[in-house]
């Protein structure tokens, strides 16, 4: 498996769509055999290089101000104060290039796997499968990032990104629309899930129920809630586990900084439906809640106990006037919280309150002590979906989902605002209908391509 897993990554790496990358092929490993694209298609990168950097951009976070400081020319601190662009013309942008070799990855599957001698029937529709699942998955990160939010009056006509359905290193694609990339999603969904297992045979490969969480978030953000809901329950058919926080201790109790005694970690995580992770899992590092999430957070809240200290590492008083983020990895799996607050929301919406009521206080009588616990309660669907999405901030901290939900909800008049950071030395806004919304595509990107064109700033 090591040999393959190398040989990925020279292909990944060093070829995958040589035309969005400034390197130069090495010569790639194309693998023969049935057992060589079962590993291809189950490689640790398809899980493993989610987008850290959706923290920063995310409205939950506040970064003192000189650590914003000494990063301005870096992306860390461009993420955080929603700049134009984050990346200069020299620098590679990783989430576009992680997804892309992921693309160029499943492609070389799809393109070869029928002509390969070995391997039965079932054996190959499960690789297919995973392959069409990982494809559609990159997709889907992209098109969130890159693309404007889904409007059906217009998605024909908005760019979103390159669709490459061949590992030809040749081509300079055009970017295609939001449409046609939604729809190509879509038809790599829908092709995947009969050829997918109820479970994987391990993490690394997908299931029913991680194609149907990805559906769920994909509906959700086009703003087709009921398919988005009836994704999520059947997603929630294979795992209804919440994990309880009343079994959370810290290693010492008077210094919450040094951590939990013991950690359920993402691919081990009791609500797991889909596994995933990134690489940079310290990226919330000396980080702090904002005031913001702190206000909407119960100060009786157990995941802001055990998720937020006031003192640093040796016990003392942080600075900042806000708790410092205490854990150190980030879990990005599809998981039975996010796939409750998808029902919940698609409740909300269409005037189901009770229901939606119904699955936040199923999912917050494990984030509170039995003593402090109360169901909320809301008097129309306007209130409940308030609630849920609230709820959401606090539950899908750290998970890479709070920036999609931002942009969303700048296109719901109940929901637009304008953010601005707590920082003192400089404000930092994020208006309203700003473009920057949607990233810029990397320059180096645009440089090697001149196909591709920039998004409005």
Known sequence: MKKIFFALLIAGSLTGCQEYLNVQPKGPFIPKTMQDYEELSSNPSYKSNSNAYLERLSDGIFIADANVKSGMNSASSKTYIWAAEYYKNTEADGAWNGNYNNIYNTNIILQELDGIPDGTVERKNIVKGNALCNRAYAYLNLVLLYAPYYNEATAAK?????????????????????????????????????????????????????????????????????????????????????????????????RPFLGWATRELPYQHTEMLGYFTTSFGSVLTSTHISPDLLAVVNEKDLRLKFGWSPSDRQGVPVKEPYPIYINTDLNYNIAVPEMMLIVAE????????????????????????????????????????????????????????RWFDMKRLDKDPMFAKTYTRANTYEEFKLEKGSPNFVSQIPANVMLLNPNILPNPR
């Open 346 to 401: 698609a409740d909300a919406r269409a005037n189901r309150t009770s229901q939606a009521l119904a699955q936040l206080n199923t999912l917050r009588k494990k984030r509170f002590a039995p003593a402090d616990y109360k169901d909320l309660t809301a008097v129309d669907k306007d209130e409940a979906l308030k609630l849920v999405i609230n709820e959401r901030r606090i539950e899908l901290f750290g998970k890479g989902l």
């Open 158 to 254: 908005d760019l979103a990104v390159p669709l490459v359905t061949t590992p030809d290193l040749e081509t300079k694609s055009k970017r295609a629309t939001v449409k046609e990339v939604y729809d190509f999603i879509l038809s790599d969904l829908t092709e995947a899930l009969p050829l997918l297992p109820e479970k994987g045979k391990n993490v690394y490969r997908n299931s029913k129920a991680t194609a149907h969480g990805i559906l769920a978030r994909l509906y959700l953000n086009i703003g087709d809630y009921d398919k988005a809901a009836a994704n999520a329950a059947e997603a929630l058919k294979y795992n209804t586990n919440l994990f309880d926080y009343n079994t959370v201790s810290f290693q010492n109790p008077s």
